[in-house]
């Protein structure tokens, strides 16, 4: 275990608060409390698993200002994004509530039987492994429709934000949950794989980076569990000749610098056909240098510092050597003076293979400008990667444009929109991005036993 967590302002630098981890003591007691807990459970008539969800939801929204102001002084988000995160939070427990029922319900199916049908039950413990770049909502996406499935949860948040964790479990607990149905693990990463590897826990979801996801999913694999894995990923964002260049210009800069660029499905690759290419990039570099760095309480902040200092070590290491390797420097390259973690908002242009702009996930404020000849050839350089979470294509002609995302190495494809997630919607990747589905139909039958049931 860990000395301890420390909870740090990634705007200043300060420290804020020091956590002990858990005692392999105290970890046996949750653990052990989630397996009790869940039997009964799973016998908890849906609906008044449901009714869990909307209380949840009330609380999200009443203590909405606070939440928002955890999530900033401790990951660094702007304020108003972390409003938005906390509804957006409230509105997933809404979601599942209101749908879980149907979605969970019996399926009948015709077969040599009197009667048969597939039967949705639950596994049991689950564990989540969540990433800090959005601390609340990760969690509620994957705790929603597992806990609405009957399954109980315990989640190992990031390091860096043990009081979002902690703050978390006691929301569940205040809106009146069981006890034990969502406990906080406050455990390293060595540790977390022991609990991976336990007998209790029947299933992982994981949104994190490609080493954790590899490591998470083979020691799943060796004990025969169920994985979803949400990982790296690094976005086509294809502007065709005939787009609304000033709509695309206006997106991409929200697509790319919300939220520091720290973000899975945020806007990476800006593909631009040639004929528009100049274009764009002056647009883009003018409403770039707009962006106003700073305190994220403050209102009239709109680019946020990274969350910790090693990311923007790492950040800049990767745009130094794009820029060593011929990218062009556009705007921006550097850290900002002062305390805290701050990057300059980037641009690179003429980015090519070869390059960490072209082939790697860049987790900050960094937009990378790769030229294509015509559309063949930018859907030629939007699939030339290992990652396949999202992808956005901008085109005047809406056929088009869904033909041509219909072609996107990707597990979402967006025309003339940012791509974003709902929980009406699945989400996940292929490829290296990861694999399985959150929200959606498809999100809640993850972690479930489909069950086939014949009766003659």
Not at 54 to 69: C, D, G, P, W
Request: proline share 5%; hydrophobic share 45%; net charge negative.
């Amino acid at each position: 275990m860990p000395k301890r967590f420390e909870s740090t302002n990634p705007h200043t630098g300060d420290l804020i608060e020091t956590l002990a981890p858990m005692t392999a003591a105290a970890l046996e007691q949750a653990l052990a409390a989630a397996a009790d807990q869940a039997p009964a459970w799973a016998k908890q008539g849906i609906s008044e698993r449901c009714d869990l969800l909307r209380a949840v939801a009330k609380l999200l929204r009443e203590r909405k200002s606070a939440l928002a102001r955890l999530m900033t002084l401790e990951m660094g988000k702007l304020i108003a994004e972390a409003e938005a995160e906390v509804e957006k939070c409230a509105l997933v427990c809404d979601y599942y509530a209101d749908n879980a029922e149907s979605q969970l319900a019996d399926t009948s199916v015709a077969s040599d039987a009197s009667r048969s049908l597939i039967a949705y039950q639950p596994l049991g413990v689950l564990m989540a492994i969540m990433p800090w770049n959005f601390p609340f909502w990760q969690v509620f996406r994957c705790a929603a429709p597992a806990l609405a499935a009957g399954n109980t949860l315990v989640l190992k948040h990031a390091s860096n934000v043990p009081r979002c964790a902690l703050t978390m479990e006691a929301l569940f607990r205040d809106a009146g949950a069981p006890p034990d149905v969502f406990q906080t693990l406050l455990i390293d990463a060595k540790t977390a794989e022991g609990v991976v590897a336990d007998a209790r826990i029947r299933g992982v979801s994981l949104t994190g980076s490609e080493t954790a996801g590899r490591r998470v999913a083979s020691i799943a694999g060796e004990h025969l569990k169920k994985t979803v894995l949400e990982l790296g990923g690094s976005d086509a964002f294809v502007v065709l000749e005939d787009a609304d260049l000033e709509l695309a210009v206006s997106t991409a800069v929200k697509a790319r610098f919300m939220n520091a660029g720290q973000s899975c499905i945020a806007a990476k690759r800006f593909i631009l056909v040639e004929t528009i290419a100049d274009g764009f990039v002056d647009a883009f570099k003018a409403a770039i240098a707009a962006l106003n760095p700073g305190d994220p309480l403050e209102e009239t902040t709109t680019l946020a510092p990274l969350a910790r200092k090693d990311l923007r070590e790492i950040l800049h290491a990767q745009v130094e050597a794009s820029l060593g390797a011929g990218a062009a420097l556009v705007t921006g390259g550097q850290a900002l003076d002062g305390p805290g973690w701050h990057y300059a908002a980037t641009l690179l242009d003429k980015v090519a293979p070869g390059m960490p702009a072209y082939a790697d996930e860049l987790f900050g404020p960094v937009a990378s400008v790769i030229r294509a000849k015509n559309a063949d050839a930018a859907l030629e350089i939007a699939n030339d990667s290992r990652f396949g979470l999202g992808g956005s294509v901008w085109t005047a002609d809406k056929a088009r444009g869904e033909g041509f995302a219909r072609q996107m190495a990707c597990g979402c494809a967006f025309v003339n929109g940012m791509v974003k997630s709902d929980p009406r919607l699945p989400f996940g990747g292929i490829k290296d991005s990861g694999y399985g589905r959150e929200l959606g139909t498809p999100g809640i039958h993850e972690f479930v036993n489909a069950k086939t049931l014949w009766i003659g």
